[in-house]
C-alpha cells in the first residue's frame, strides 16, 4: 500500500481542497529537508520526491521524469525524454539556498549532495545557430519588493537585434505567462552586465546599442513586472496529475446552497 502526503489549498470564500500526493517511496525514506521542484512554466511545479542521499544529476532528472510524466504536456514530456536519452542539454538544476547565492547545475554526472535547501529543474532554452542562452529573473521594484519566483532562462541572438518587447514576449512565451500583450508591454525589461551595472532595454530599443552602452560581458536579463499568481497560472498547478487524490470541502457550498434555498422559501 502507497503512503501519501496531505495538504490543504484554500481557493477562495467557497471552494477549499485536500490534496493527497502519493508517494513514490515510504515516507520513512523520502528527504523531506529538500525540496525539489520542475519547474516548467503555466503554474506547472510538481514536486519531486528524493530520498535522503546523493543522486548523479542525470538520475535526479530521470526521476523527475517518472514522478511527474501524468502532469506534463505529452510534447513537452517527449521533448525532454528523447534529449534526455540522446544527452543532449534540456534540463538544469539550480539549488536556491537564498536570492543572492545560486548553485547551477546542468552536466549530467555532477553530483547533487544530500544538501537542505530548494532545488528548483529549469528547462533549458532550445539554442539555434547563432543564438546564446541567458538567465532570466524576476523583480516588482513597483510594488515595492525584490526579486521573486525561480529563474528562467531564454534565447538571444548573438547579435543582440531583439527589442525590450520582443524579449518581454519571448520571457513571457517561455514561463507560459497567462497574460496579454498589452500587460506584456507594461514589463519593464534591463540588462545586468558582470560588474553589476544594470540598463533598461525600452519597448522599441534594440538591445544592441544598450548592450554597446553597457561595454561588458552580459550576466542576465532583469524583469520588472507584477507578481502574480495568475500570470504564472499557479492556481492551476496541482490539477491533471493522475497520483493525486483531490477531495473537495463541499460544506461552504451546502451552506451557501441551503440559505439560498431558504431564501426562496
Not at 542525470?58 to 525532454?80: H, K, V, W
Request: aromatic share 6%.
Amino acid at each position: 500500500m502507497k503512503e501519501g502526503m496531505v495538504s490543504l489549498l484554500w481557493h477562495g470564500e467557497d471552494t477549499m481542497e485536500l490534496f493527497v500526493t502519493l508517494l513514490p517511496a515510504p515516507l520513512s525514506s523520502i528527504d523531506t529537508l529538500r525540496v525539489v521542484l520542475l519547474n516548467v512554466g503555466g503554474g506547472i511545479r510538481p514536486a519531486v520526491h528524493v530520498e535522503g542521499r546523493s543522486y548523479k544529476l542525470g538520475e535526479l532528472f530521470r526521476l523527475a521524469m517518472q514522478q511527474t510524466s501524468s502532469c506534463l504536456p505529452t510534447d513537452l514530456f517527449n521533448y525532454i525524454m528523447y534529449r534526455l536519452q540522446k544527452r543532449i542539454p534540456v534540463l538544469r538544476l539550480i539549488m536556491i539556498p537564498n536570492e543572492k547565492n545560486q548553485r547551477v547545475f546542468e552536466n549530467e554526472d555532477d553530483e547533487v549532495l544530500e544538501c537542505i535547501g530548494l532545488y528548483v529543474m529549469d528547462v533549458l532554452a532550445e539554442i539555434r545557430k547563432g543564438f546564446f542562452r541567458v538567465d532570466v529573473v524576476f523583480y516588482d521594484r513597483r510594488s515595492g519588493e525584490g526579486r521573486f519566483g525561480f529563474p528562467t532562462n531564454i534565447a538571444l541572438t548573438e547579435s543582440y537585434k531583439e527589442t525590450g518587447m520582443e524579449i518581454a514576449q519571448r520571457v513571457a512565451e517561455k514561463i507560459k505567462a497567462t497574460v496579454s500583450v498589452e500587460e506584456i508591454g507594461r514589463w519593464i525589461v534591463a540588462v545586468k552586465g558582470k560588474s553589476g551595472v544594470i540598463r533598461t532595454v525600452g519597448p522599441k530599443e534594440v538591445l544592441k546599442s544598450i548592450m554597446k552602452d553597457l561595454n561588458e560581458e552580459l550576466e542576465c536579463l532583469m524583469i520588472d513586472r507584477p507578481r502574480s499568481l495568475l500570470i504564472d497560472g499557479v492556481d492551476d498547478v496541482r490539477q491533471g496529475i493522475e497520483h493525486s487524490i483531490i477531495i473537495k470541502d463541499p460544506s461552504l457550498q451546502d451552506s451557501r446552497s441551503k440559505s439560498a434555498q431558504h431564501g426562496e422559501m
